[in-house]
Every structure is written in C-alpha cells, then in structure tokens.
C-alpha cells in the first residue's frame, strides 16, 4: 500500500508544479500563434497542452515498472470478465482508469482541429496509441499485462469524452487559409 500512495503523492507533487507551466505555456503558445496569424490562437494552444498535461501522467504511469506478472491477452472480454469478478474497487480503478487514458485526446483533439472532428478519426487514433502503449509493455517486459481490453477500454474513453466536447468541435479551414 505504501507504494500507491508514494506514486500518488508524486503524481499529487508533479501536478502542483505542472498546471502554473501548463498555463504559462498556454499562454506563451498563444500569443506565438497570434503573433504568427494563426486563427484560432487560444483554442489550439489550449488543446494542444491539454492533450498533453491530460495525457502524459497516464502514460507515464502505465509504462512505470511493476513487480506483476509479464503476459498478453488477446481474446477480447476475457479480462473484463475476470476484472468483473473482483471487488468494486478494482472494477472502479481498471475500468475507469482505462477509460481516462486517452479521455484528454478525445476530447481535445477535434476541438483543435477539424481534420480530427470525427468519432472514426478519434477512434482510429486512440486505438492505434492504446496498441503502441500495450506493445510497448509487453516488449519492455514491465511487469505488466497486455490486453486487448485495454485496447478497447482507451478506445472507448476517448470516443465517449469526444462525444462530450461534440458541440466546441472545430469547423474544417478551407485550405490556403492558415497562415504558415
């Protein structure tokens, strides 16, 4: 138990310091961009560090080295199922957990740009992430189980927070019209 709480006592420590740099790099990006002529300064400046303060700590704490058991499992439900056999708690954290991986990428990236403003392109990149994430445990032997259902699980939160922000979705830009 000491382990969890040392890991969200530094998760706790990393954001008090990472929301004041997130904001000033708001900030700075933006006036960058308006400076630069971009058209919407402030909404991709926002999205783009969003995805990424909203994402990287998920990352980063699934591809930290775990005392567990190495494996794969490839047959969709399979692990859901035994996950659904557990206590409350542990549904609460690998169902919920999953679903927020890529939540912040969902949601934000249509927001940022119309060439993203559809659940197939959010789905499709979210999945294709999620894979890279759960080979990448697997090959770097971490210590932790590879699932499809994780796949699935990320595949899904992204999806469902896209579906949340659907209404500040960004307009396609007629080309030629973004300065470079």
Do not use: C, K
Request: proline share 5%; net charge positive.
């Amino acid at each position: 138990m000491a382990q969890t709480w040392e890991l969200w006592g530094n998760v706790i420590i990393a954001g008090t310091f990472a929301l004041p740099l997130a904001l000033l790099a708001i900030l700075l990006l933006s006036r960058h961009r308006a400076r630069a002529g971009h058209p919407a300064p402030l909404r991709t400046s926002l999205a783009d560090i969003g995805i990424v303060v909203g994402t990287a700590p998920w990352i980063w704490m699934i591809l930290t080295p775990s005392n567990g058991a190495n494996g794969v499992g490839l047959v969709p439900f399979e692990d859901l199922a035994d996950v659904a056999a557990a206590s409350w708690q542990t549904v609460l954290v690998q169902v919920g957990g999953n679903l927020l991986v890529f939540a912040s990428l969902g949601a934000l990236l249509p927001v940022r740009t119309g060439a993203m403003a559809s659940i197939g392109r959010v789905a499709a990149l979210s999945a294709a992430f999620s894979v890279l994430v759960e080979l990448l445990q697997y090959v770097l032997q971490l210590g932790r189980f590879s699932s499809v259902d994780d796949v699935l699980l990320n595949t899904a939160g992204a999806v469902i927070f896209a579906l949340v922000t659907r209404r500040w979705w960004a307009v396609r830009i007629p080309a030629g019209t973004v300065p470079r």
